[in-house]
């Protein structure tokens, strides 16, 4: 079954943010879901494919989305807007996975399980 190209990339996109970010449902945050999309761009082709490398680019989206989600609130906010993205589409393990070594990869450290199954609302 074909998807269309900005499926997967949605997938991506949100999968990866929910590695950089452990957050839950929020009222407002001060990342909105178009920067969340704007800094995990680079890092989509890594999601799908894989690699050896993460791009310099993909890795500084990722670090400076996780110091821009500096409170609980915006931490939960950037993980409903992920979680949000992805509801309802295919994902696979190999790009969990991948998204799941992305913070890892670029020097940031996140206490929770990347997983499309992360209840927001424990995320501090």
Same mark, same amino acid.
């Given at each position: 079954?074909?998807?269309?190209?900005?499926?997967?990339?949605? /997938?991506?996109?949100? #999968?990866? !943010?929910?590695? &950089? *970010? +452990?957050?839950?449902?929020?009222?407002?945050?001060?990342?909105?879901?178009?920067?969340?999309?704007?800094?995990?761009?680079?890092? /989509?082709?890594?999601? #799908?494919? !894989?690699?050896? &490398? *993460? +791009?310099?680019?993909?890795?500084?989206?990722?670090?400076?989305?996780?110091?821009?989600?500096?409170?609980?609130?915006?931490?939960?906010?950037?993980?409903?807007?992920?979680?949000?993205?992805?509801?309802?589409?295919?994902?696979?393990?190999?790009?969990?996975?991948?998204?799941?070594?992305?913070?890892?990869?670029?020097?940031?450290?996140?206490?929770?399980?990347?997983?499309?199954?992360?209840?927001?609302?424990?995320?501090?």
């Amino acid at each position: 079954m074909a998807f269309p190209t900005t499926i997967p990339r949605l /997938v991506c996109i949100a #999968l990866i !943010g929910m590695l &950089v *970010v +452990s957050a839950p449902d929020t009222v407002e945050s001060a990342v909105s879901c178009n920067q969340v999309m704007n800094y995990l761009t680079p890092c /989509v082709n890594f999601v #799908l494919y !894989g690699g050896a &490398v *993460v +791009s310099q680019q993909c890795c500084t989206g990722v670090q400076t989305l996780y110091a821009a989600a500096g409170t609980t609130q915006d931490r939960q906010g950037v993980c409903s807007c992920l979680k949000s993205a992805i509801n309802g589409m295919p994902v696979s393990n190999f790009n969990i996975n991948n998204a799941a070594s992305l913070p890892s990869r670029c020097g940031v450290s996140v206490p929770y399980k990347i997983s499309p199954s992360t209840d927001c609302k424990s995320v501090k």
